[in-house]
C-alpha cells in the first residue's frame, strides 16, 4: 500500500543501526536514498550496494550534520546529482552516556548541535527541494524515551531530545502550510552500537521487554524504520508536528 516510487530520501546517520533499517526500509517501499554517515565510509558504502541491489539509487554523501555548512554541502549535492529530494529523516545523534554532574560545554554543545540543531540546519538546507515536488515533502526526527523519562547517564541527550520535539512542533507552524509534513518518531530501546555501549544495558533491555505488550521480544530498528516509512507516506499527509511512540507499549505501561 506505501509507494515511495520516484521520491528521494536522505536519511542522516544511516552507516548503521535505526537509519540504516530506515534506509533500507525506504528503499524496499520504493524510494531512491542519501546514505549520509560521518565515519563510517566502509559500513555506509555497504548500505548503499544493499540499496541497489533492491533495484533503487543510492548515493553516499559524508557530512557533519551538526555542521551547517556540511549540511548545505550535502543538500546541494543531491539536488545536483538526483534532482529533487522528497524525505528528510534526521536520525543521526550523539552524546555519550554520562552524568550530568560529570557534562561539560563541549558535551553538552555536541549533543545539542547534533542532535537539535542538525534538524534545524537540515530543514533550512533541504525546503526548497522538499516544498518543489509535486508530493508532499517529509521530513521525519527520530527521540527516544528520554525525551519524557529520566534515565541514568542519560541526561545530555534525553535533553536533547525533548528539544528536538519541541522544535518538529515549532517547525510545522513554519513549513505547515508549504507542502512539508515534520514529525517524529519516538523509539524504546534498540539494541545498536550506540546502546551496547551503556554500561547497564542488558538491564534495560530486559525491563523493556518485561514492560512491552507485543509479547516477548525485543524491539528492532526495523520496527522503528516502518514507522518512519508510514510517516514519509502520503498515509501520513494529515499528520503535523507529532511524535509517535514505537516501543510496543512500554512508555504506557504502569
Ligand atoms: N538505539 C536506541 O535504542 C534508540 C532509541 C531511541 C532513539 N534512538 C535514536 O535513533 C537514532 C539512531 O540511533 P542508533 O542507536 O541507531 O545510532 P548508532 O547505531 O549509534 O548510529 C549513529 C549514526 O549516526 C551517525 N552520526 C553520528 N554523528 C553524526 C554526525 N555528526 N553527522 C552525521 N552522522 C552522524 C553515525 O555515523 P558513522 O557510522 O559514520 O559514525 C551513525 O550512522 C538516534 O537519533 C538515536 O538517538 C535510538
Known amino acids: 500500500m506505501i509507494d515511495l516510487s520516484g521520491r528521494v530520501a536522505l536519511v542522516t546517520g544511516s552507516s548503521r543501526g535505526i537509519g540504516k533499517a530506515s534506509a533500507i526500509r525506504l528503499a524496499q517501499a520504493g524510494a531512491d536514498v542519501v546514505v549520509n554517515y560521518v565515519t563510517a565510509q566502509a559500513a555506509a558504502t555497504e548500505v548503499a550496494e544493499q540499496i541497489t541491489a533492491i533495484g533503487r539509487r ?7 550534520v551538526s555542521e551547517e555548512d ?3 554541502s550535502m543538500v546541494d549535492h543531491i539536488g545536483e546529482t538526483l534532482g529533487q529530494l522528497d524525505i528528510v529523516v534526521s536520525s543521526a545523534a550523539t552524546g555519550g552516556f554520562r552524568p550530568l554532574l560529570g557534562a561539560t560545554t563541549r558535551n553538552f554543545e555536541a ?3 547534533t542532535n537539535v540543531l542538525a534538524l534545524i540546519y537540515l530543514v533550512q538546507a533541504a525546503l526548497p527541494l522538499l516544498e518543489r515536488g509535486p508530493h508532499r ?5 527520530i527521540s527516544s524515551h528520554g525525551s519524557h523519562m529520566a534515565l541514568p547517564m ?3 541527550i534525553g535533553g536533547s531530545k525533548a528539544a528536538l520535539e519541541s522544535i518538529v512542533r515549532h517547525m510545522t507552524l513554519e513549513i505547515g502550510d508549504r ?3 515534520i514529525n517524529t518518531v519516538k523509539a524504546g ?5 550506540s546502546t551496547r555501549r551503556i554500561p547497564y544495558a542488558d538491564k534495560l533491555f530486559e525491563a523493556q521487554v518485561d514492560h512491552t505488550m507485543v509479547g516477548a521480544r525485543k524491539l528492532t530498528a526495523e520496527d522503528v524504520a516502518d514507522a518512519v516509512v508510514f510517516l514519509s507516506s502520503p498515509l501520513a499527509d494529515m499528520i503535523q508536528g507529532e511524535t509517535l511512540t514505537v516501543d510496543g507499549g512500554a512508555a504506557v505501561h504502569p
Do not use: C, F, Q
Open 58 to 64: 543510492a548515493i553516499v554523501v559524508k557530512a557533519d
Open 70 to 72: 556540511d549540511v548545505r
Open 111 to 113: 549533543a545539542m548541535r
Open 137 to 141: 515533502g517529509k521530513v521525519v526526527a
Open 154 to 156: 542519560y541526561g545530555l
Open 179 to 181: 507542502g512539508v509534513n
Open 189 to 193: 530501546l534498540v539494541d545498536t552500537d
